[in-house]
């Protein structure tokens, strides 16, 4: 009932779909298909488990969330089994969690030559069930503050696959797929195959997908045993060692040990294959037969200007007059200028890392303001310089109101952007999918954006 209350209170087209189809149907056979919705582990399809360290809303801090639970209740959607297994972050945002509570079992695992005991949390997020991890461990892995840049980041990850595996082994389940992404989790096809197969508990087939191939997860070799993975074992070449250097890495190990490998879109995919693969390219040539690119999508509920709680006004492609309310709203709420309806506002939102082109977001700013437009900004930045440059740009048109730089995380001002833009600029030097630009177009916003990775197979 949860599950489905959920579901209503997010307007989940799955409902519709089902009350659709069986409109006119017998009462039963009606309660049969939200039964079957509500109870996954009803249904003939695959049981799925993702091990991710984000997922939106509940932890995000980019497109990783988003795939996590739009592939997820895609899945679901399909009649599969999916479950989630998320760390227990101190930051997290709770209120987005349903029935949140916490199991009166004690998981242990191990780390370091010790066992330790993990708390686990379930709950619902976006109608899906989700595990959460918080270990009984002195580090403190999770109460941070913050999802990612701590010192520690790769023993508190290397952490979190053990743990995660170990939850999935003790509960018995027969899991057919285990879902690893990026660099984070990236250590549970190792340990799924050199450890865990080895107790018997060998039902699943690996799947990885990388993300973006910039971050890979190195350490000193040594480090890689925390975790309970074998150094000597694993420090070669045509293994977990990498390419350039000679510390350990996790996307490689990942790679190696995986059943599937997957990136974010075609084009990546083949960019992969030669610089854009970071020094990973000879292990993806390797493995190249069961590597492949596959375009991500975007939740289509979450991201619909027609149920969009968080717009003044909701619109469709039919009737765009909702689009002008919105734009007319933000003007307000940021103190832009509001007396041509017409003048162009151009929307960026993104994590502010040389990847995504800086430099051009910034002649785009300065452009924007000589020709007479408007410019929203949107976005924070684990690299100290450049905040502290962005900073510097807001105070120089802090008296200008026809641009507006808002330098932090805000899921609900991302939404109002989307709506109220004329064009949406993703002017990023490579990009693995993206996924701003396809929300843009679902809110009627054009992307402006550089042929390079999904931009190229979503925009052009
Ligand atoms: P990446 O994963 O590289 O950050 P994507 O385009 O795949 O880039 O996904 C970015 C996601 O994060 C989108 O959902 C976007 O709306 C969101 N996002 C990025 N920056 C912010 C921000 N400052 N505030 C709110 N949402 C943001």
Redesign the pocket.
Known sequence: ASMLREMVRKRDSRLREAYLSYRGTENRDVMDSFLKMALPGTSSGLHIAHIAAEMAPVA?????A?VISGLGKALQKKGHLVEIILPKYDCMQVDQVSNLKVLDVLVQSYFEGNMFNNKIWTGTVEGLPVYFIEPQHPAMFFSRAQYYGEHDDFKRFAYFSRAALELLYQSGKKVDIIHCHDWQTAFVAPLYWDVYANLGFNSARICFTC??FEYQGTAPARDLAWCGLDVEHLDRPDRMRDNSHGRINAVKGAIVYSNIVTTVSPTYALEVRSEGGRGLQDTLKVHSRKFLGILNGIDTDTWNPSTDRYLKVQYNAKDLQGKAANKAALREQLNLASAYPSQPLVGC???LVA?KGVHLIRHAIYKTAELGGQFVL???SPVPEIQREFEGIADHFQNNNNIRLIL????A??HCIYAASDMFIVPSIFEP????QM?AMRYGSVPIVRKTGGLNDRCL
Request: hydrophobic share 25%; aromatic share 4%.
């Open positions: 995000k801090v980019g497109g990783l988003d993300h973006n939102i993104t994590r990847q949107l976005g924070s932090k995380y805000d899921d001002l991302s999918c993206g996924l701003t929300i």
